[in-house]
């Protein structure tokens, strides 16, 4: 049996983190993966995302310039787009095995499964392991209704040959806005179907309203407490069923439902493992599970985080120097940004409005009326910060074609005994970006 000193199930971020600290040491890995190298988010997540948003920002850009100086808006060519996506990724796909193996560092294809403490079984060969890293994430939630075999998810969205005339996205995440943007930017008509009364729920929910009318006005038709009730395949179309009775016809079906712990068949029951199917895997301070040798770290671990990439290398980072330096405080999570890519985007960091505390106060300021903003079209464009009683920041948010990167600027202030000094003594913006006006906010 071939002994290694961290056995990592999964080679995604929080993988390919650990390794990153890993390979300034002599200690040896084994890296398991039963689907794509390198995990959703360069895959089938975050990175093919933003590469189809860098031709739908302009595109949807010059929409709202029409008539402003832009003299038609521009028009995507999905089987273009779709063509170099695919020819991009194949390329990385080739190289991302090979990328991670190293004279310490093995790589196995196959399910992973832990049979002890310091073992993983993958088909008839076992592996032991000081240390068992469960870096597993998340996998698309498929809808319990009857014809969710007829649904996509956004794992074969990027690779989508066709554009389809009218999309129906069921969800109210991330992942369904996302998608829908994209598509109704190519030119499909989006429809999209959200069970609950409310989208984006993690997200100021008034920037998500603002949010939900503008993609409303470019066309996007959006039903709120509307759950599925069945899908069905027509001769050349799907028809949705809501439980109202509502009936949508369409050519393509999205499954953007939800994202669920990716814990199915690593024996965690059978070794006592704690896990919940919606949350994750049970950790803690150290990102330890009740077996104290195998950890989990990222989006298959229940941190009580966002399912965020920048979360995961934390957990790697936390792993790593608990192990090796023998860290005895626990795990402290920055500030981590987010945002949707949408258009506009909505982001935020730290607190949002509705989780105010007593005495704390909000400042706004009115994006859409600079110079900036207007010869974008981003007219909506808005900024909320939140300051507690004794005038740190603990929260920002922001509506606007480029709240995604605006809202950096955010996170190095949040918890600053006076965010003022700071950012007048430390953070010299380029004039006139948005991180120049901080000086007004902070006056």
């Known amino acids: 049996m071939k002994k290694y000193d961290y056995i990592i199930i999964g080679s995604g971020p929080a993988a390919n983190h650990l390794l990153f600290k890993l390979a300034r040491t002599d200690r040896t890995a084994l890296v398991i993966e039963n689907n794509l190298w390198g995990g959703t988010c360069p895959n089938t997540g975050c990175q093919p995302k933003i590469f189809l948003e860098g031709a739908v920002r302009p595109v949807l850009n010059t929409y709202y310039l029409t008539g402003k100086g832009v003299k038609a808006a521009a028009q995507l060519d999905w089987r273009t787009l779709i063509k170099r996506k695919k020819e991009i990724w194949a390329e990385f796909r080739a190289e991302e095995r090979s990328s991670i193996e190293s004279d310490q560092v093995d790589t196995v294809f196959g399910s992973g499964v832990i049979t002890g403490p310091h073992t993983v079984q993958v088909a008839d060969q076992e592996y032991e392991g000081k240390n068992i890293v469960i870096a597993t994430g998340l996998l698309p939630h498929h809808l319990e209704v009857p014809g969710s075999e ?190 949707t890519f949408t258009y506009p985007q909505v982001a935020q960091v730290g607190k949002r409005e509705s989780e105010m505390a007593e005495g704390d106060t909000v400042r706004r300021m009115k994006l859409g009326s600079t110079f900036a903003a207007l010869g974008e079209g981003d007219e909506e464009a808005e900024l909320k910060v939140i300051f507690n009683k004794d005038g740190e920041v603990v929260g920002a948010s922001e509506i606007s074609i480029n709240a995604g990167e605006d809202i950096n600027l955010f996170a190095p202030l949040i918890g600053k005994k006076d965010p003022a000094e700071f950012a007048m003594n430390n953070l010299g913006f380029a004039f006139p970006t948005l991180a120049n006006k901080l000086d007004v906010l902070f006056r």
């Not at 993690?202 to 993609?215: A, C, N």
């Not at 690593?266 to 994750?280: A, R, S």
């Open 150 to 339: 007829y649904a996509i998810t956004n794992d074969e969205f990027f690779d989508l040959d066709e554009l389809p005339k009218k999309a129906v996205v069921i969800g109210g995440g991330y992942v369904a806005l996302e998608l829908a943007t994209i598509l109704q930017a190519a030119g499909s008509e989006v429809t999209v179907l959200q069970h609950s009364e409310k989208l984006l729920r993690p997200f100021d929910q008034e920037y998500v309203e603002k949010l939900t009318e503008i993609m409303e006005e470019r066309g996007i038709v959006i039903h709120l407490n509307t759950p599925v009730k069945a899908i069905a395949k027509n001769s050349a179309t799907y028809e949705v069923t809501a439980e109202n009775g509502q009936k949508f016809e369409t050519d393509l079906v999205i499954d953007a439902s939800g994202r669920r712990p990716n814990v199915n068949g690593l024996g965690l029951k059978k070794l006592g493992i704690k896990f919940d199917p919606v949350k994750g895997v049970a950790v803690n301070e150290h990102l330890q599970t009740n077996v104290p040798s195998i950890f989990a770290a990222g989006d298959v671990a229940d941190n009580g985080q966002m399912n965020l990439t920048p979360v995961a290398w934390v957990d790697s980072y936390h792993i790593y120097d608990f192990v090796e330096n023998g860290l005895t405080e626990g795990i402290k999570y920055p500030a981590v940004a987010t945002s």
